[in-house]
């Protein structure tokens, strides 16, 4: 692989600007282990998973990348905030127990206040040789402001509203606020774009646009190694581009509706989409899906825009090899543009 670096690439010593989104309820710790061990860089999500769980995961990845126990292991987790907001102040606390695994990068989003885990991070991190890489996830050049000066994160995740699962309600188009917040913070943390990304030909464009690396989650869905069951992975492959919305129908069902304000889920539009739409009220919305949620028209799918350009399963790594080399080939032909 003839690697492309940047101030990111740097960073964690990787061949490639491309990172797998840490996606809750369908990233897995042999997703973010073949993404790593393809040249690129894999999180996995926390979710709702007990320490014992945690552990199981990063134990997984060490078998997968042969990482002995004691050293860094070169993935990354996800936390959101409302869950943390949950988990630690219960009988089961899990920031310290990640910590303790020495994961090489650990992501935060969605929490109204993810400056105090931040400032744990570092706490712990005083204590030891180990130094864990911080990601928060932004959707405004303000958001961003507050996490490079007042948390002094070390990499801003900067999401347009393009992206699946959640994010920001307000966000601008990703292409429109990666812009905004690479021209007001020109020497702050590597900015990683996220939103809507599923080619590499859209990571190039990205990195000529100023961004570092490239966030990827629905791309990553249609691997084997994604959790997802066959019945989902099959309407992933069945969509296109109009497929998803953005609501918070979709958490009400689920019963996840305790996202911080101006946030919500992209996901596949299907029968619970429009039974929203049609106004049922929420009790009769939960008695419908509780009565026929196996049916494949009312599964919960996140998903973002670019559920439409892949129409097939294949390996994490080889997805993240035909990513490189298209994006690979897309610079190597910007450069025939000037002269």
């Not at 070169?74 to 869950?83: F, S, Y």
């Not at 949950?86 to 310290?96: A, G, H, V």
């Not at 464009?205 to 994604?226: D, H, I, K, N, Q």
Request: charged share 20%.
């Amino acid at each position: 692989m003839q690697p492309i670096t940047t101030r990111f690439t740097k960073l964690l010593n990787i061949k490639t600007p491309i990172v797998a989104a840490p996606m809750a309820f369908a990233s897995t710790a042999d997703l973010a282990a073949a993404v790593t061990g393809a040249g690129a860089f894999g999180l996995f999500g926390m979710g709702f998973d007990s320490t014992a769980v945690i552990k199981q995961n990063f134990q997984t990845i060490r078998d997968r990348l042969k990482i002995a126990k004691g050293s860094s292991v070169p993935v990354g987790i996800g936390c959101i905030g409302w869950i943390l907001e949950m988990t630690e102040s219960s009988d089961d606390p899990r920031l310290n127990v990640i910590l303790e695994e020495q994961p090489q990068v650990i992501w935060f989003a969605f929490g109204v206040d993810l400056g105090k885990y931040v400032a744990q991070v570092r706490a712990y991190d005083a204590k030891r040789d180990h130094k864990t890489l911080v990601f928060v996830i932004v959707n405004s050049v303000e958001e961003a402001l507050r996490a490079a000066n007042e948390w002094k994160v070390d990499v801003l995740v900067v999401q347009g509203n393009e992206a699946g699962g959640h994010g920001g309600s307000r966000s601008p188009p990703m292409i429109s606020v990666v812009q905004d917040v690479v021209s007001a913070i020109p020497n702050g943390p590597p900015i990683l774009a996220a939103g809507g990304v599923s080619s590499g030909g859209q990571v190039a464009a990205l990195l000529t646009l100023g961004a570092s690396g490239v966030v990827l989650g629905t791309r990553f869905l249609f691997t084997p190694e994604c959790c997802y069951s066959d019945a989902q992975k099959s309407v992933l492959i069945e969509s296109d581009y109009n497929a998803t919305q953005r609501a918070l129908c979709f958490d009400d069902v689920g019963r996840t509706n305790f996202w911080p304000p101006f946030h919500n889920g992209r996901a596949i539009a299907n029968r619970i989409w429009d039974e929203f739409k049609e106004g049922l009220s929420l009790d009769e919305r939960l008695k419908r899906h509780d009565d026929n949620k196996e049916n494949k028209d009312r599964l919960i799918i996140w998903a973002g825009v670019g559920v439409g350009a892949t129409k097939e399963i294949k390996p994490a790594a080889d997805v993240v090899t035909e990513l490189h080399e298209d994006a690979l080939k897309a610079l190597k032909a910007s450069a025939t543009l000037i002269g």
